[in-house]
């Protein structure tokens, strides 16, 4: 059974920075690919970004503007997202996804597997 679990949620002011975490477990994850999203109440799960197992090619939403980067420790079985330069219409729950394939993507309808979420507020 694939468990995913998503840490580093917080209250963070306007311009700040917070990394996210996200642990894997309960089966090798050498072909899958891993993401994050996030949503709001009453929208859609949003597209954020996205890294092969081996971290050799990775995606990110260009509505980012290079504010998030997606990142990998194979040794760790974990993700992180970096991100910076928050603003208030970042808040969200923030979800790490996998998917079993070495093929990025972008649609959540293509992850099979999902965290339970955490909840990044940004906040003066």
């Known amino acids: 059974q694939v468990h995913l679990e998503e840490h580093g949620g917080q209250l963070v002011p306007p311009g700040g920075s917070l990394r996210l975490s996200c642990v894997a477990s309960?089966?090798?994850?050498?072909?899958?690919?891993m993401a994050w999203f996030r949503q709001v109440p009453g929208k859609e799960r949003e597209f954020l970004a996205t890294?092969?197992?081996?971290?050799?090619?990775?995606s990110h939403a260009d509505s980012l503007k290079g504010r998030f980067t997606i990142s990998r420790d194979k040794a760790a079985d974990m993700i992180y997202l970096q991100m910076d330069s928050l603003r208030p219409e970042d808040t969200a729950v923030y979800y790490c996804?996998?998917?079993?394939?070495?093929?990025?993507?972008?649609?959540?309808?293509?992850?099979?597997?999902w965290g339970q979420g955490t909840q990044v507020t940004v906040s003066s």
């Open positions: 996804a996998a998917r079993p394939s070495r093929l990025v993507a972008s649609d959540p309808a293509l992850f099979n597997y």
């Open positions: 309960g089966r090798t994850f050498d072909n899958h690919t």
């Open positions: 890294i092969t197992w081996k971290g050799d090619i990775t």
